[in-house]
């Protein structure tokens, strides 16, 4: 039971430049979420899935797209990538949505970098 | 909109003491409260939740309260010892938002 795996764990982009952050979950979970992290600023939610074929902006979606590609699965994509979107980007799941009390479990999370 | 609150960056201890870390929210009444522990590297893990119907919960040498008239949950760790060092975050319901809202956590250092 690997719980939620991300790939990959290191990347660096030049500016304009295209990439699509993976996360899988095997814990049979409904909802996923993209976050991410910045020194000062905490996690802040990019996109988040409450169900298979549902996604639902957060509170930094700009620049992000998403996939939720099956239950396992939700995709974060840049598609032109801006120096201001280096940071740590977590994936997270969770047996139902967070708003009714179920707790997230978070991947190891992708460090990227923009130059 | 909420505003959630972590009143220290970071706080140092002695090992042994009881740490004490502070979650303060606003515009908002959640309908229960989450801590998590982040360690340098690696994604947050959930330690503890508490409804809004609950003055306290325990678990082991962790307690967390809730005051919904404060506005303001506090996380105790007793006995501290230096694996208890990490970064500790509070996170309340987002609401019909179906997410969460994670302060910006607090790092706690106990040293031996």
């Known amino acids: 039971n690997a719980g939620v795996t991300q790939t990959p764990k290191f990347q660096v982009l030049k500016t304009g430049q295209s990439m699509t952050l993976q996360c899988a979950q095997d814990?049979?979970?409904?909802?996923m979420y993209w976050y991410r992290q910045d020194p000062g600023m905490g996690l802040r939610l990019i996109y988040y899935?409450?169900?298979?074929?549902?996604?639902d902006k957060g509170e930094v979606p700009n620049g992000y797209n998403v996939s939720r590609l099956n239950k396992r699965e939700f995709s974060l994509r840049l598609e032109s990538a801006a120096p201001s979107q280096t940071s740590v980007y977590f994936c997270a799941s969770s047996p139902r949505l967070a708003a009714i009390g179920d707790t997230q479990y978070f991947g190891p999370g992708t460090r990227l970098t923009v130059l | 909109s909420q505003k959630i609150e972590q009143n220290s960056e970071a706080l140092n201890i002695q090992e042994g003491k009881t740490a004490t870390l502070t979650c303060n929210y606003t515009?908002?009444?959640?309908?229960?409260l989450q801590w998590y522990r982040q360690d340098p590297g690696r994604g947050p893990v959930f330690l503890l939740l508490i409804r809004e119907n609950e003055k306290e919960k325990r678990k082991e040498r962790l307690k967390v309260t809730f005051d919904t008239t404060l506005k303001q949950s506090l996380f105790h760790i007793t006995a501290s010892q230096p694996a208890d060092s990490a970064t500790y975050l509070c996170?309340?319901?987002?609401?019909?938002?179906?997410?969460?809202?994670f302060g910006k956590g607090t790092k706690l250092s106990v040293k031996p």
């Open positions: 814990m049979n979970h409904n909802s």
């Open positions: 515009n908002y009444s959640p309908a229960y």
């Open positions: 996170a309340l319901d987002g609401g019909s938002q179906g997410n969460l809202i």
């Open positions: 899935s409450a169900s298979e074929g549902t996604t």
